[in-house]
């Protein structure tokens, strides 16, 4: 792949010249267009030439408008970074919609880098190209315009360049020590460099090799590929935009909809229920094991997560406050999903569940979560079908890394009952300071149960991992409902400790 | 301070329950009519008992709407804050307009933990006491509601809850490390809360200490100052936004008006001219030279930022690119200052600067600044004379953090004539790519060049420090322009590491 690009490429000064003036006119157009558009552009420049990867990112800031443009480079990963799944820095720094973003020293080089000092194994490297793959994949299918840059320098030509430098120091002050390491480790770092480019170069997401003998060449090709890119997505942009609307019943949702009896849900026992002394006495216990093991959680850097999703009125807030009171503030974090604010808008539907994940040692709680997007989104036509059906694996990947990198999660769908429902629909009504937390949209949401149970039981059957099993939990009485809670969070705890 | 609060408040259970429901729904109002208001709410939770700092925050998440509620606890500083000025971890986390932050375990915690560890002497406390008052001021002055709590427990209290979890461990699992700590270490502790309380309890931001011996009282007191002050503020905040129209010319701005050809500016030599030759090989050098210290800085950890201010079409972008031209994209991050976006219009105007403050070992560089608050914001009636004129401590404070944290900061004033102005604005409307750099705005910057100089020389005069002084850089000439920043730059590193 990379000695195909290998053809000498080269651009005259003069046909550079007359080519650049349009050329930047037309990438500053575009890039204004892009301010009004509703994707973001996501440039990611990486290969084996180290030189021509920096000097490209000055003339990219030359030629497109620098206040619109924010590059981002990945070092050494900083403590805060280490202590969350490897995708966190790159989540956290994602352009919004609009924005141009350029990558570099970023997931394709990061991957080389720890094979080549074997931090990573042969498989782990596997795993790795992977995780990134599937990581362009959702970036693409929600809509970013993602172009992926080789540059690739020959072996001889690289070999001239060092000879230089060290002819003339002080000229060729640029070739540097990276330089001098790839030259001297081109045999293991070529392979791997083939293997990431042909494993990752998907339809969705392409790498583009090119040539970077000639600067001229190098700068002009990068920079055409850009603006044709941009213009062909700003042009199609309206199309994709259109809402998609879902079909509310498909065969196969009808199917399924017609059986909701045999589903988890309809197998959870509402019947049990706990005595007010039992409940005392077992809650007190349980939030002293909670705070122990929170304490040994702390000292050992182990996060968790927790994510509560369930009924309107099911209780999760006094759930979650009965888990948070055996807590110190400073060992956990509540995130109350609502409506996302602007900033979130602006970006990935798992941007804002990515940069709230905890430092080591704490743990978060999400009050409903991620899983909006195959529950409310999909039974009220907020998401494509598309959309909410493409979301079980980003899902199951997004909590897969989290897994994988030692937190545990747990997962409750708090259920009860219709009737428990509206029982508890009109107690709010009465109590004052409950009512703000009752709308018309809950009465909505109830009268589209049946929806709701055939969403939430194919949410449960294509999440629930082993690694991130959903646990049912009946409902209807409160007490039993937070027991059960926290003896499964005491468990989790205890067994990731 | 704190013996006087010792007056043994007790609040009967009766009157407690039926005082309760009001107050919820009056504070769930309240919170409700803030999210439409433009100012923030900062609640901070300190004291010496611990478990009742907890403790509100539970009671203050159930009876506020937790959605809108975040709370920050600050542990141990991560190496990504450790790398950072003291205060930006505090300022990452500040709520937007209309947000409500609760902030525990924070700066006046964090302060005394590191004088009682002996982390910071008898000086170095009295300066901490110093900066945290004018960052609260700060905060108080841009409008935030910023209300402190001081809980307060009695020693014999204290000694009472200790007796009794040695008793009944079971019982009382929340009495833990932290408890007896603060009791044997109760006469070092005590005097040093009384100094913070006595230094940091201002007419802006007043420290209220509330006895936290019986719980209801301490909720019912701590909810009710809160209630009464966010209506308070509620009902006052339309006079405040009033905008505050800035008289565009006082008497003192005519006295100043009268002599700009005394300030600084004038005294800038605009004709030094540097030949093609000298300034290829002299450029080269200097590039060569900063590429050297800044991969010393990245050994050694120690960042820098270089802060660009100037007339329009002064030259900045080209002189910036010389720079970076040097550097590694991993090395550095350019930031151009544009109108904010939503998010940080929601925050203190200094708020968008301290969260770009970069990692160790790297150079941040402004492209126009904070320094847009004494200038632009001024000149065009944007800031109240209030507000513009409290901006030169401001910025001194921000300043000296960043330079006393061991971070170099260079500021740059590029200069050039009107003339030189007038022909630049020309060549570049006959530029295609260029012409989106200028706009009648420009024109009409220019037209008010007495201003801008009055408004540049007070600038100068006023935020000009030691540790953080300004350079006036003769910019007719673009080319002499970029080797005196590029030696300063050098320079400034030199001194540094």
């Known amino acids: 792949m ?22 930047r006119v037309d990438l500053l157009n575009a890039q204004f267009d892009l301010r009004e558009a509703s994707f973001p552009v996501i440039l990611l420049v990486a290969g084996d030439d180290w030189i021509g990867c920096n000097e490209l990112i000055n003339v990219l800031h030359e030629w497109m408008d620098a206040r619109f443009l ?20 790159y989540w956290r720094t994602l352009p919004g919609r609009g924005e141009v973003g350029l990558f570099v020293s970023a997931w394709p080089e990061n991957a080389i880098a720890d094979r080549l000092r074997k931090k990573e194994g042969k498989a782990g490297f596997e795993r790795r190209l992977d995780h990134i793959s599937r990581f362009e994949e959702t970036l693409v299918a929600e809509g970013a315009l993602l172009l992926k840059f080789w540059l690739h ?9 060092l000879a230089r430098a060290r002819k003339k120091p002080n000229e060729h002050w640029r070739v540097g020590a990276v330089d001098g390491s790839i030259f001297e480790n081109w045999d293991r770092f070529m392979p791997l460099a083939e293997r990431l480019l042909s494993r990752t170069s998907t339809g969705a997401a392409p790498w583009h090799v090119v040539e970077s003998t000639d600067e001229r060449y190098r700068n002009l090709t990068v920079a055409e590929t850009i603006l044709r890119a941009l213009r062909e997505r700003l042009a199609t942009a309206d199309e994709r935009e259109a809402p998609q609307v879902t079909v509310s019943a498909t065969p196969e949702d009808v199917a399924r909809r017609s059986s909701p009896s045999d589903g988890v849900l309809a197998r959870a ?30 000292r050992k850097g182990v996060s968790s997560v927790l994510v509560f999703e369930g009924w309107d009125a099911a209780g999760k807030g006094g759930t979650i406050r009965r888990l948070t009171g055996a ?10 999903i609502t409506a996302p604010c602007p900033e ?24 409903r979560s991620w899983y909006g997007r195959v529950l409310v989104e999909r039974v009220e036509g907020f998401a494509s079908r598309d959309a909410w059906q493409r979301a079980y694996a980003e899902i199951r990947d997004f909590e897969e890394q989290i897994v994988e990198h030692g937190i545990p999660l ?54 629930g991992t082993e690694a991130a099993p959903w646990v049912v939990v009946p409902a209807n009485d409160k007490k039993s409902a937070r027991l059960q809670v926290l003896d499964v969070v005491c468990q989790t705890l205890e067994k990731a400790l």
């Open 410 to 463: 747990a997962k409750f769908w708090l259920h009860i009952d219709p009737e428990t429902q509206l029982e508890r629909f009109r107690a709010r009504e009465s109590t004052p300071y409950k009512k703000y937390k009752i709308t018309d949209d809950d009465y909505r949401n109830r009268d589209r149960r049946d929806d709701y149970v055939v969403a939430v039981e194919e949410m449960i059957a294509r999440t």
């Open 327 to 336: 807590l110190d503030a400073i060992d956990y974090r509540t995130i109350p």
């Open 70 to 89: 924010q590059t981002n480079a990945f070092g050494r990963p900083s403590e805060e970074e280490r202590e969350r799944p490897r995708f966190w820095r």
């Open 344 to 367: 979130e808008q602006a970006h990935h539907y798992l941007w804002r569940f990515w940069r709230h994940l905890p430092r080591a040692g704490r743990m978060l709680i999400f009050d």
């Open 2 to 23: 990379l000695e195909a690009a290998e053809i000498g490429r080269t651009q005259s000064r003069k046909t550079y010249e007359s080519r650049l003036p349009a050329l």
């Open 153 to 161: 320098l020959p072996k001889k030509e690289l070999q001239k360049r």
């Open 269 to 298: 026992d509402l019947a049990s229920r706990v005595s007010g002394e039992v409940y005392e006495r077992t809650l007190a216990r349980g939030q002293r094991r909670l705070r122990k093991l929170s304490e040994r959680a702390r």
